[in-house]
């Protein structure tokens, strides 16, 4: 199956700091959606991007699907970005849909 | 539009009991899939329904197990638990399978089996 890596697995930023985060797959995908899990365990949708370019507010995603990897930006981070970041693909046979999700990056973000 | 719910949101059990979780999903949607997170596992795909019908499943064993109602609602169902079933169980919806669409994922019900 597809295989997912996530990096860096463990980010510390101050309050207003940049940071990007990495998601490399392993085969060819036409579903990818990055996640902010909340302290509650809830998924929040950032994006789905299985290839080019997404902006919503300080958040911005880029997937390079013939190079797979996807990179997701976060500006001016603020301790409410803290959490786990998830990276989903899916690649899909016939109809059939499944989500193979990365390790995640963890962010702490301080004042 | 509400979001994917899913009940109860906590539950403890003891092993060898068995445990049924509800996941209704986002009015209009018709796709169903279900999500087991551990900390050593990570996020693990267990089932896909649409229409009532198993697309998809996962490498778990036979006691899970799931199904999903003329109107989308879907349970899945674990028999015999194991202190290893303790998990957060995730639930997502989508409007088709298989198009590559945007999954919503309900608040979880944490599940602790002792």
């Known amino acids: 199956g597809i295989q997912v890596e996530q990096s860096p697995p463990d980010l510390i930023l101050q309050e207003g700091a940049n940071s990007t985060l990495r998601c490399n797959f392993s085969d060819s995908v036409n579903n990818l959606q990055w996640f902010h899990q909340n302290p509650w365990g809830q998924l929040i949708n950032l994006f789905y991007?299985?290839?080019g370019t997404k902006q919503n507010g300080r958040l911005s995603a880029t997937t390079v699907a013939t190079e797979r990897y996807s990179l997701l930006y976060i500006s001016s981070s603020q301790t409410t970005d803290s959490g786990v970041y998830f990276c989903a693909v899916g690649s899909y046979t016939g109809t059939a849909s499944k989500l193979t999700f990365g390790t995640g990056t963890r962010l702490q973000v301080t004042l | 539009k509400a979001g994917v719910t899913q009940t109860p949101r906590y539950l403890i059990k003891t092993r060898g009991q068995q445990v049924t979780l509800s996941c209704s999903p986002i009015?209009?949607?018709?796709?169903v899939s279900w999500y087991q997170q551990t900390p050593g596992q990570g996020l693990q795909f267990l089932f896909e329904y649409f229409s009532e019908t198993q697309r998809n499943k996962g490498n778990f064993p036979g006691r899970f197990s799931g199904r999903q109602f003329s109107n989308s609602r879907s349970e899945m169902n674990v028999s015999t638990l194991e202190l290893g079933d303790s998990a957060l169980y995730l639930c997502?919806?989508?409007?088709?399978?298989?198009?590559?669409?945007?999954?919503?994922f309900g608040p979880g019900t944490r599940l602790l089996v002792l």
């Open positions: 991007i299985p290839s």
């Open positions: 009015s209009g949607h018709r796709s």
């Open positions: 997502a919806s989508s409007i088709l399978a298989g198009l590559g669409e945007t999954q919503y």
